[in-house]
């Protein structure tokens, strides 16, 4: 015994039924805004505690680098500043240096107290 299942032919080309779009129609089937934002609130709650806490583990090495890089450039900056004046590119790629360092240091913090899960207070 065999399963075989017959389908029923279709009797010639048939024509699609015609669609009427209705403006009322459409909106009542489209979700809210407030849906819509509730729906995204809740996409950013759920990405922002992993993303956070990642960005909290990596805070020590993060941290630690910038600091590696910023506070002997910085000396090195005071340093050529005073022994080298005449040598300018040397002085700005020391100081440009450190700064970037701290700058990268400064905004990851404020990344990390931006997406933290609880409020943080930002003043200092």
Do not use: H
Not at 67 to 86: E, G, H, K, R, T
């Amino acid at each position: 015994m065999s399963n075989i299942i017959k389908f029923p032919k279709p009797k010639g080309k048939q024509a699609l039924p015609a669609f009427e779009l209705d403006a009322e129609k459409i909106k009542k089937a489209m979700p809210k805004a407030s849906t819509v934002k509730g729906v995204f609130a809740w996409l950013f709650l759920l990405v922002r505690l992993p993303l956070f806490l990642v960005m909290y583990w990596l805070r020590l090495p993060v941290i630690f680098l910038c600091n590696l890089v910023s506070i002997p450039m910085l000396l090195a900056w005071l340093f050529a500043l005073y022994a080298f004046p005449d040598k300018s590119a040397m002085v700005w790629g020391f100081g440009i240096a450190s700064f970037s360092a701290f700058v990268v240091s400064w905004a990851y913090d404020f990344i990390l107290m931006a997406i933290s899960p609880q409020d943080m207070m930002m003043t200092l």
